[in-house]
């Protein structure tokens, strides 16, 4: 019973301890900043539609965009990169191309920190049935 009541004591203590200590900073919790990294998206195109993905750089650095694959295969597709906005499908895209899919990045772009939009729309080759997209997104 002496034994139990002695290390109920010293339990006592070692918590009054830990609660004692200098209080004058106080530590806010932050928000991890966006890792930088490859997004991959697949979507559906429809005749006249887009596809697009918004991302968020978490520093300077250059974006590459790849048109990975399409179905029905090789079906060329316009591929942009801009600002969320009001223009095609809710992406102000400020830098655009034709292509076909392929391994390697078709499309690049430097950008500060911040939020983007990437994707791609018909230029007038999508069948009635549309087309499979999956486009791939590196950025900083």
Known sequence: MRRLLGLTIVG???????????????????TPAPAPGTETFTATIAPGGTAIHEFT???VGT???TLTTTDPPGTLLGLGIGIPGADIGGCDMTKTIQTV????GQLTAGVEAGT????AFDVGAVGKNGVLVTISVAHP
């Open 101 to 104: 899919p392929g391994n390697v």
């Open 57 to 59: 750089a978490s520093a």
């Open 116 to 119: 983007y939009c990437a994707g």
């Open 63 to 65: 974006v590459v965009v």
């Open 12 to 30: 006592v203590f070692a918590l009054t301890a830990a609660g004692c200590g200098d209080n004058s900073s106080t530590t806010t919790p932050s």
